[in-house]
């Protein structure tokens, strides 16, 4: 009976969530792929930083309105999101690119080279898509393309979220991200699911890599004020020496790794960046104030990894007869990839890529503000290959430095792997 029933199902399409649609998408896809380089050698030549992308979002919602996409502008400052309503009733499913660029000087020997300037943190300096966010952008906005083609037999609706400043903004007294913002704003409430990607410039194009559960790491800022009492230097038992305390401190906060977290499951770090106490040889300061980062993986450990830094420096600091006094602020949570959402969109991504070019991703200590949304709804974050294929990923030049470079060879599996998730996405919850 099975092997009958087998190819029975497989007949039917829609079996296994697999959508009908996928040869219309990829042939949709493969014909734009000129017209999405443009775009993203347009966006590239003209970066804009977090909060300021008015070119870029103006390009993205006449795209979209000229698709008759409804849009909506200036979400979050400069943000701008679209729903393409499917011809027939379903869930409500997000994609979402990231259109900030960064305060970098391109190196890169490129026709559509940026040549844009500004002046950042009182710095003059170039600025730069180092992050390959522009991809992003050209990529959805040709998603948008290829699924408003097929609107008639979408059983849901899509949100294209573009969104600004994934790479936060840091001034004084605000310190936020586009997709905090938008979440404020309420863009998930209507929304089921959310899929998004970032290129990689050290992975091959062809490739996509995901990973199940936390991805990518939450980002906290440390800082920890230790109180001593001030003495001459030549005689330290007068006083209580804040130095030795934070010194001891620094050491016992890496037991926290090797001691209290499970390192089989997911990785941790803790980092002390500078520290700063006292102004001379033969003075013991009054105070020493210490800054760091902490990287964690999932709620749970983060809760973990805060209570042990607590615990550790009070303690410390009470056993010399000081006192510490501990802050943490937390930034970015964890990226969390929705496990049941994440193994169910396996086969669109093995279906878009072929399986032999599916990574399974190690976690990242780096983070990002797609976690934002994941709060809010199951989604899925992946990583797209855009480094020349054959490329060694040891030596070609990391995010976020002035040699930066993507391969535009991978768009088209980009703008296919996202028309994927959506149709099967659908195909799913009818
Ligand atoms: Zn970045
Ligand atoms: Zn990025």
Redesign the pocket.
């Known amino acids: 009976m099975r092997k009958l029933i087998l190819p029975l199902l497989l007949i039917s399409g829609t079996a296994f969530g697999q959508s009908k649609l996928r040869p219309a998408i990829d042939q949709k896809a493969a014909s734009i792929e000129s017209k999405v380089i443009e775009w993203r050698r347009d966006i590239h030549q003209n970066p804009e930083l977090g909060n300021n992308e008015f070119r870029t979002a103006k390009k993205v919602a006449d795209h979209l309105r000229s698709l008759g996409i409804e849009v909506t502008e200036g979400m979050a400052v400069t943000g701008v999101v679209g729903v393409l309503k499917g011809g027939k009733p379903g869930p409500m499913v997000a994609l979402r690119a ?1 259109m900030d660029a960064l305060p970098v000087t391109e190196r890169v020997d490129l026709p559509f080279k940026s040549t844009v300037t500004t002046t950042y943190n009182g710095q003059e300096t170039g600025v730069m898509h180092a ?3 522009d991809t992003h952008v050209a990529i959805l906005m040709g998603v948008a393309e290829v699924l408003a083609g097929m609107r008639d037999q979408l059983e849901g609706s899509v949100k294209f979220i573009f969104q600004p400043a ?2 936060g903004i840091y001034e004084p007294g605000v310190t936020t991200w586009g997709a905090k913002q938008l979440v404020e704003e309420g863009v998930m409430k209507d929304v089921d699911a959310i899929f998004g990607l ?1 290129i990689s410039s050290q992975t091959e194009v062809g490739k996509i890599g995901y990973r199940s559960g936390p991805a990518q790491a939450a980002v906290d800022n440390l800082e920890i004020i230790v109180h001593g009492t001030q003495a001459h230097g030549a005689s330290p038992w007068s006083g209580v020496d804040p130095i030795v305390t934070a010194s001891q401190i620094v050491t016992g906060l890496q037991t926290i790794l090797s001691r209290s977290v499970n390192i089989t499951q997911n990785p941790a770090v803790v980092t002390v960046g500078a520290i700063h106490g006292g102004i001379r040889h033969n003075i013991i300061p009054e105070k020493v104030e210490m800054i760091g980062t902490i990287r964690t993986f999932g709620d749970e450990q983060q809760a973990l990894v805060h209570k042990r830094i607590t615990e550790i420096a009070t303690n410390i600091a009470e056993s010399a007869g000081a006192r510490a006094e501990v802050n943490i602020q937390k930034l970015y949570p964890s990226t969390v990839n929705d496990p049941e959402l994440t193994s169910k969109m396996v086969a669109s991504m093995e279906a878009a890529a072929g399986k032999e070019n599916i990574n399974y991703n190690p976690p990242v200590t780096g983070a ?1 503000d797609f976690s934002f949304y994941q709060r809010e709804k199951p989604g899925l974050f992946i990583g797209l290959g855009g480094m020349k294929k054959g490329g060694d990923p040891t030596k070609t030049p990391s ?1 976020h430095t002035p040699d930066f470079y993507i391969d535009e060879g991978g768009f088209v599996l980009g703008m296919r792997v996202l028309s994927y998730f959506v149709v099967d996405y659908m195909g799913m919850k009818k």
């Open positions: 990231d992050c390959g966010h994934e790479e970032h990002e995010h």
